[in-house]
């Protein structure tokens, strides 16, 4: 469990204990004439294992970057390896000090600019690694 802003707990997995979330990004939408507001694009990430042992590399993959680097960034600022994907926008290749940018989309199979996840991790060389968060 991972404690929740107000008190609330929010349930990862039953047989983990989580001591530290983190809310990361996401930006308010406001509607005109509705009363209700919203957050899109916002995260909660329980830290404990980067921020326990910060010797130990982590990996991230994301997909689905769009133009909000915000995640991706509080990620490599914690010393994170970032695979970032995104077939729909434009950025140089490397970003920050651990994060590689590719034009490429998750796929059910390789198609253009789709690739499965398989296929990701393998021209990566991940096959055998543990991928500690998957944005998608």
């Not at 983190?22 to 990430?45: C, E, L, N, T």
């Not at 140089?92 to 499965?116: D, I, S, V």
Request: glycine share 12%; proline share 4%.
């Amino acid at each position: 469990e991972c404690g929740h802003p107000g008190g609330t707990q929010l349930v990862i997995y039953s047989y983990l204990q989580y001591r530290v979330m983190k809310h990361i990004g996401g930006h308010w939408f406001v509607h005109p004439g509705v009363p209700a507001q919203q957050v899109d694009g916002d995260y909660y990430v329980c830290m404990d294992d980067i921020l326990v042992d910060m010797d130990k590399p982590c990996l991230f993959y994301s997909f689905g970057v769009a133009n909000d680097w915000t995640f991706e960034d509080i990620m490599d600022s914690a010393g994170c390896e970032i695979h970032a994907h995104d077939p729909t926008v434009d950025f140089p290749a490397e970003r920050g000090g651990n994060t590689h940018f590719y034009k490429l989309g998750l796929g059910a199979k390789t198609g253009q600019n789709m690739e499965t996840l398989g296929n990701i991790f393998e021209k990566n060389g991940h096959n055998d690694t543990t991928i500690d968060y998957l944005n998608t």
